[in-house]
């Protein structure tokens, strides 16, 4: 069973750069479309970016332009480097391996599942 498991999240001040990473264990990450996800205080878990098993990668209009997720198969990781970091972009930020559905409007990721990990926090203010 492949488990995910989020670190890098710090404080940073606006409009600084920090990269976060999902290292896998008991598996390849290479294997599974994985996504990023955020959680603000007070709020609902938000889809932040995926990136497929090929590398391509899709973005929520609200970091599209600044952040960009990756993969480092060598290192068994999906990365998400964020840059120009808003106070908005403040949360606990997790990865999720799932699939990807391609419809009429574009492709869709969904979850594999509802259980969450403990995630890394990403604080953003000045």
């Known amino acids: 069973q492949v488990q995910l498991v989020e670190s890098g999240g710090k404080m940073v001040q606006p409009g600084e750069s920090l990269s976060l990473s999902c290292t896998a264990s008991g598996g390849l990450i290479s294997r599974y479309p994985i996504a990023w996800y955020r959680r603000a205080p007070g709020k609902q878990y938000d889809l932040v970016a995926f990136?497929?098993?090929?590398?391509?990668?899709e973005y929520t209009d609200s970091v599209k332009g600044r952040f960009t997720a990756s993969r480092d198969n060598a290192k068994n990781t999906v990365n998400l480097q964020m840059d120009n970091l808003r106070p908005e972009d403040t949360a606990v930020y997790y990865c999720?391996?799932?699939?990807?559905?391609?419809?009429?409007?574009?492709?869709?990721?969904?979850?594999?599942?509802?259980?969450w990990g403990q995630g890394t926090q990403v604080t953003v203010s000045s």
């Open positions: 999720k391996r799932g699939n990807i559905w391609t419809t009429s409007t574009g492709r869709i990721f969904r979850r594999r599942d509802d259980t």
């Open positions: 990136v497929d098993t090929g590398g391509e990668s």
